[in-house]
């Protein structure tokens, strides 16, 4: 088993930078991953092995990994990125969910 | 583009049975790994099944290894998820969700699918 860390909720004001963090025990030595998931809606991948962005995400979603704890930065954040975000990897043939953290914009 | 159509949700009784289908085009369905990932009302995502670009190698999470059984037919470009033994906390919305690349697996999902809901209830 391998436990991710996600706080339940984090709040930015409008056109400021986001910093969901996602602890692990020793995290940087596994490739992580982040979804975005809004309400009735499925995940989409917003960062892909730690920090690379899929086409048609804004350059202002970044990500990044260290020691025990893996980042999802969001800068210049708008009311669109209200949403829940998890972190994920994959260990020994399972993969493992963060928690999930609600990003609220105010 | 990429797409990918679950079906198969519905009302089920404990110890009853159910099979979700997800149904793929846009993409050489046949060249990639697939996963199953499920999602209980007002919670977090939970990984449930994986199975490797051919049906020969699939992988369970602890919670449902022994009961659910994932499959695929190639020649259909269909995913599916046999469940067994449901049991009031599989309720859930179930997804499928595709590997990135073909041939290899890096057990991330770059699309997925909308979902079906699957209720266990007396």
């Known amino acids: 088993s391998f436990d991710l860390t996600q706080p339940r909720s984090v709040s930015v004001a409008l056109g400021q930078t986001a910093r969901v963090p996602c602890g692990g025990t020793?995290?940087?030595?596994?490739?992580v991953h982040w979804y975005q998931q809004k309400p009735g809606q499925a995940p989409v991948l917003v960062i892909y092995?730690?920090?690379n962005r899929p086409s048609g995400i804004p350059e202002r979603f970044s990500g990044s990994n260290s020691e025990n704890t893996a980042t999802l930065t969001i800068s210049r954040a708008q009311a669109g990125d209200e949403a829940d975000y998890y972190c994920?990897?994959?260990?020994?043939?399972?993969?493992?969910f963060g928690g999930g953290t609600k990003l609220t914009v105010l | 583009q990429v797409q990918l159509v679950e079906s198969g949700g519905g009302a089920v009784q404990p110890g009853g049975s159910l099979r979700l289908s997800c149904a793929a085009s846009?993409?050489?369905?046949?060249?990639?790994?697939m996963h199953w990932v499920r999602q209980a009302p007002g919670k977090g995502l939970e990984w449930v099944a994986f199975?490797?670009?051919?049906?020969?190698?699939?992988y369970y999470s602890d919670s449902v290894k022994g009961r659910f059984s994932i499959s695929r037919d190639n020649s259909k470009n269909t995913l599916y998820l046999q469940l067994n033994s449901l049991r009031a906390e599989d309720t859930a919305v179930y997804y499928c969700?595709?590997?990135?690349?073909?041939?290899?697996?890096?057990?991330?999902?770059?699309?997925w699918g909308q979902g079906t809901l699957v209720t266990v209830s007396s």
């Open positions: 994920q990897v994959w260990d020994s043939d399972t993969v493992f």
């Open positions: 846009g993409f050489t369905f046949s060249t990639y790994g």
């Open positions: 092995r730690d920090v």
């Open positions: 020793n995290i940087v030595i596994r490739t």
């Open positions: 969700a595709k590997e990135p690349y073909s041939g290899y697996y890096l057990y991330y999902f770059d699309n």
């Open positions: 199975t490797h670009y051919d049906g020969n190698n699939n």
